[in-house]
């Protein structure tokens, strides 16, 4: 049996401000910003799967409701429309903060929108965590390692980034939201968790951001040629988003801070992934080459001992067995975008 004694000292991360633990038998309360978006809307299901209450906030910039509208009328569902770079009040239990658009072609679209949100969207959603006591996960990037001079990246290494390239406003935002995120830890004593999240793919990526899995599939279901950048040469690794979401959860209620790696660390030049997507969609699929973009990153590839070890977590979805799995929600959504024109 508890005492009234263990019911204070028990609670692992109770604050003053915070729900006391004697109060645990009700559901967990979960704020998911960026939630509308395609990392986001896979965790809701997965969150609202497990019996959660989870409250979305997004500013609908690259997400879409239609990535939801299978929770609407749910009682433990709640989608506010809300952009991050406001101060908003809540009441929950834990925060995953994934608001910023991620494809290269949304964020650097307003690059001063895209440094805001990282920065003060962060502050604000830490300043909610120390105000009410609830867990924060940030999802950073791999890209906080830049264009890497370590080959695989591990989480000790600091990155090679240029600060004031086109990619800045994004790489060097997450840093920044790192940065505000051990600070809030260290100084205020919140409960942070931190991502860096590699590559990851899936069905509901937006059709025309610009991303070269979801550029690759697109092109070969509507027989256009894939868009090589580049020689081709450069490597990504590719996560299915299954993984990612695992991961995420697996960080948020564990007892580490991070950061972590979460990738799935199969490395693909981008010829080679052309061949696997024409492999899955169309063999006959053709090649052009375009010039590159600034500071792309020549090779990128997670180390991802330490989430194996601490977290227990690793990839199961190999590239060929993901991508199958996107395909009909692209192809139904690229029939759906013909229908609308009259083809
Ligand atoms: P996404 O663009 O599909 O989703 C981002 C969501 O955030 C969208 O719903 C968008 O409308 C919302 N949003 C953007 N700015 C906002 C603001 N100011 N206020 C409120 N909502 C806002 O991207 P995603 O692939 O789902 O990425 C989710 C998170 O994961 C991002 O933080 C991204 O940086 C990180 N990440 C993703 C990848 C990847 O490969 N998908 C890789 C590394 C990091
Ligand atoms: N904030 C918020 N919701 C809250 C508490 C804080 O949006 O419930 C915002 C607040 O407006 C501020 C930021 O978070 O811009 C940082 O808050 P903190 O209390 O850490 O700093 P301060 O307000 O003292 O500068
Ligand atoms: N890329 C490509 N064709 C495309 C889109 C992207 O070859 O149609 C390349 C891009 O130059 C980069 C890699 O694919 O080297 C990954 O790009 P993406 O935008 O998907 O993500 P990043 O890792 O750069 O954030």
Redo the contacts with the bound molecule.
């Keep these: 049996f508890s005492t009234a004694h263990d019911l204070v000292s028990k609670p692992t991360h109770a604050k003053v401000g915070r729900v006391p633990v004697a109060l645990g038998q009700r559901r967990l309360r979960i704020v998911v910003t960026g939630g509308a978006g395609f990392v986001g809307s896979h965790l809701v299901d997965k969150l609202i799967d497990r019996g959660n209450d989870v409250i979305v906030i997004d500013n609908f910039f690259t997400g879409r409701k239609d990535n939801l509208v299978h929770h609407f009328g749910n009682p433990r569902f709640e989608l506010i429309r809300h952009d991050v770079v406001e101060p908003i009040l809540l009441e929950v239990d834990q925060i995953y903060h994934l608001a910023c658009p991620a ?2 072609v949304h964020y650097k679209y307003n690059p001063v929108k895209t440094i805001k949100t990282n920065v003060m969207g962060t502050l604000n959603m830490l300043g909610l965590a120390k105000r009410i006591g609830a867990r924060f996960l940030l999802t950073s990037t791999s ?1 906080v390692y830049g264009d890497p001079l370590e080959h695989p990246q591990k989480e000790t290494y600091w990155g090679n980034v240029n600060p004031i390239g086109e990619r800045s406003c994004y790489d060097e935002g997450k840093r920044t939201a790192e940065t505000l995120a051990m600070d809030y830890h260290r100084g205020a004593d919140v409960e942070v968790r931190i991502a860096r999240i590699f ?1 990851t793919y899936g069905p509901r990526m937006c059709l025309d951001d ?4 979801s ?2 599939v697109a092109q070969a279901i509507r027989k256009q040629p894939l ?4 020689d ?1 040469k ?1 490597t ?1 690794s590719f996560q299915y988003v299954s993984d990612l979401v695992n991961g995420l959860m697996a960080l948020m209620d564990g007892e580490h801070v991070g950061p972590f790696n979460l990738g799935n660390p199969g490395e693909f030049t ?1 010829l080679e992934l052309a061949e696997v997507v024409k492999d899955t969609i169309d063999s006959s699929a053709t090649i052009e080459f375009r010039p ?2 600034a500071d ?2 020549h090779k ?1 590839k997670p180390d991802i001992s330490k989430a194996k070890e601490l977290l227990n977590w690793e990839p199961k979805v190999p590239l060929r067995e993901g991508l199958p799995l996107m395909v009909s929600d692209f192809q139904n959504r690229i029939l759906n975008e013909d229908e609308g024109k009259g083809i």
Excluded at 210 to 213: I, L, M, N, Q, S
Excluded at 227 to 230: D, K, Q, S
Aim: hydrophobic content about 20%; aromatic content about 8%; proline content about 9%.
């Design positions: 494809s290269p890209e590559n610009g991303r070269v899995v550029n690759f868009t090589v950048y580049g081709g450069q990504r981008m590159n973009t792309d990153p990128r």
